[in-house]
């Protein structure tokens, strides 16, 4: 009883967006066999290079964000050092089928044309390569001024893919209205500030209210996470035979 109770002062719904796509990436990366090569494509700061110490790691990314940035939720310092390609991801200087496995997560919203992107890394699959990508399904803006797009629904990835050659295996639908919600909630005192703008104490008891209100209908909830999750996480395999 006192830890249910505690549970409902104390809410944590919103919260676990980053750890979900986290264990989800490292878990399918984990079960890629030892020395494939893996492509990281938009690799930034090179995040899951640690947990590729099996493969054989190529991280790749146009190498132009700096940090900062005038609008949204930008990081202050961006650092590119680890990099192996330094390139345009619809352009990557490699040879056909020239990868095992290939990573891009949380990019293709920062490409101005995602369809490209998706192109050429299918050029770069050898058969049997998989794919492992995640994207939001909507997001505020954030690495400015390189957000092109706010998100990708399940049925973008179910529409296109086949049609480059890859047959889906897994779509992971991460979070769900209530979730989203609550994250958004969430970032109300920090976009205050931003803004310069004080939140007495009744606007701070009033979004502690509403994170509460949302967790109890969260866990009452019916569980069709359809209508506005945080992402989507697909893992797909490319066909030995061309695509129709």
Wanted: charged share 20%; glycine share 6%; with cysteine.
């Amino acid at each position: 009883m006192l830890t249910n109770l505690l549970r409902s002062l104390i809410p944590t719904l919103g919260t676990i967006t980053d750890s979900r796509r986290e264990a989800w990436v490292k878990a399918n990366l984990a079960a890629l066999p030892q020395g494939a090569r893996l492509l990281d494509a938009g690799a930034g700061e090179c995040r899951f290079k640690p947990d590729c110490a099996h493969l054989t790691y190529v991280g790749q990314d146009f190498g132009q964000y700096e940090g900062g940035g005038e609008h949204g939720e930008n990081p202050e310092n961006w650092d590119t050092g680890k990099l192996d390609l330094v390139c345009d991801i619809t352009n990557i200087p490699e040879k056909d089928r020239s990868f095992d496995a290939i990573l891009c997560t949380e990019v293709i919203e920062h490409v101005p044309d995602p369809l490209a992107a998706l192109r050429e890394l299918s050029r770069l699959a050898k058969p049997g390569a998989t794919l492992l990508l995640t994207a939001p399904f909507v997001s505020a803006t954030h690495f400015a001024p390189y957000h092109f797009c706010t998100g990708f629904s399940w049925y973008f990835y179910q529409h296109h893919l086949p049609k480059m050659g890859w047959k889906i295996e897994e779509t992971t639908i991460a979070g769900d209205f209530y979730e989203s919600l609550a994250q958004e909630v969430r970032r109300i005192p920090s976009f205050a500030r931003a803004n310069n703008q004080s939140l007495p104490i009744t606007s701070k008891a009033a979004i502690w209210l509403m994170l509460v209100v949302l967790q109890k209908l969260h866990r009452t909830r019916n569980p069709d996470n359809h209508f506005l999750p945080h992402n989507v996480f697909v893992r797909a395999i490319k066909q030995k035979t061309k695509a129709v």
